[in-house]
């Protein structure tokens, strides 16, 4: 079973990193530039602080995932050395915090640039701010791929957030969670 895990995990994190660095390549490349009033103008990512935090935390967060792949086919490959027990309890602790961390990180970021992108799709007339998804169509179905990408890894963030808490969670036996004594004795 654990054989089976270690691959599940693998796929997973391998497939979250090729869909965060997807996402991160589809904001930061995504421009269109139009004639409106008299003037050139361009539309791209760099103009709204919230696209450019998610292509920043994406990027890291690829990179994290691929440091643990590679970290873990380095341990199964026997090139660095494991302790006695298998894996420290305080790294397996270490790992569940850095993986909710990215999760959350992550999701936060997607959802900030769902909110700007809801804000230039509908516009608000309160503000004065116009709709842009109207004069940048291309512009905007990119980056509403590009979300989708984003969320998708997000949701395989979390299925690899339930691993590591299991592989957290099975460290403990229950004589040592609850202090009892072998009845065998």
Same mark, same amino acid.
């Given at each position: 079973m654990k054989y089976h895990m270690e691959n599940t995990e693998a796929f997973l994190r391998l497939s979250s990193v090729i869909l965060l660095v997807l996402t991160a390549l589809l +904001? /930061?490349?995504d421009h269109q530039t139009k004639f409106v009033f008299f003037a050139y103008r361009k539309a791209s990512f760099d103009e709204v602080n919230a696209l450019l935090v998610l292509v @920043? #935390?994406?990027?890291? +967060?690829? /990179? @994290? !995932?691929? #440091?643990?792949?590679? /970290? &873990?086919? %380095?341990m199964s490959a026997g090139l660095v050395k494991q302790n006695p027990q298998g894996s420290s309890l305080y790294l397996a602790w270490l790992s569940l915090l850095l993986d909710q961390?990215? +999760? @959350? +990180?992550? $999701? /936060?970021? !997607? %959802?900030?640039? $769902?909110?700007?992108? #809801?804000?230039?799709l509908t516009g608000i007339s309160e503000f004065q701010w116009m709709k842009?998804? !109207?004069?940048?169509s291309r512009f905007c179905l990119q980056m509403g791929g590009a979300l989708s990408c984003g969320y998708l890894a997000c949701l395989l963030l979390i299925f690899i957030s339930f691993i590591t808490a299991f592989n957290l969670f099975r460290l403990y %036996?229950? &004589?040592k969670l609850f202090l009892l004594k072998s009845i065998s004795g």
């Open positions: +904001v /930061g490349l @920043y #935390v994406d990027a890291v +967060v690829a /990179g @994290y !995932n691929l #440091v643990r792949l590679f /970290g &873990k086919c %380095s961390i990215a +999760v @959350y +990180v992550a $999701f /936060g970021a !997607n %959802s900030a640039a $769902f909110q700007a992108s #809801v804000i230039a842009l998804c !109207n004069k940048y %036996s229950p &004589k």
